[in-house]
């Protein structure tokens, strides 16, 4: 499966919304990458394995799930997850990349790659319930990256 959507950042045809940096939405994401309990439901514990100034490896304890990812940054431009396969999950590739198509117009763009999970008889196709499970935590990130920056946490 491949899905990819775009969560616009500052909308600057409202002036009344704050207007977030660059800096402030890279830090948010880094922030993500860094300590998911505060970004992912569900997190119930995570140790950083190795990292590195642009890598980070991670191990997240999920409820009857341990995932194993490597993260990649490229500097207030790209974040790249490779989540490990398993005998129960298949391997996965998030990337984030930060868009500026015009001054202080800012955008991420996610961008979803993992092996497609047979549906088994159930309502909605599994794959069409991760790709609004992937859009709902993505508007989540950047409102808690939004209530961060409102703190000066990104100054």
């Keep these: 499966m491949t899905f990819e959507h775009i969560v616009q950042i500052n909308d600057l045809t409202k002036p009344e919304l ?6 402030q939405v890279w830090e948010g994401l880094v922030l993500r990458a860094r300590r998911p309990d505060k970004f992912l439901v569900g997190v119930d514990d995570y140790e950083i394995l190795d ?3 642009a890598y980070l490896k991670r191990s997240l304890q999920l409820p009857g799930l341990q995932v194993v990812d490597e993260v ?5 431009a790209r974040i790249e997850y490779r ?3 398993t005998a129960t999950l298949p391997a996965a590739t998030l990337v984030m990349d930060i868009e500026e198509p015009e001054p202080a117009s800012l955008f991420v763009r996610f961008r979803y790659e993992t092996a497609s999970i047979e549906n088994r008889g159930d309502s909605m196709p599994y794959d069409q319930y991760l790709e609004q499970a992937y859009v709902a935590t993505d508007i989540e990130t950047i409102q808690i990256i939004r209530q961060l920056a409102e703190t000066g946490v990104f100054c």
Aim: glycine content about 6%.
């Design 83 to 85: 989540t490990q396969p």
């Design 72 to 76: 990649t940054f490229w500097h207030e």
């Design 18 to 23: 704050p207007v977030l940096t660059r800096f």
């Design 51 to 53: 990292q590195g100034p």
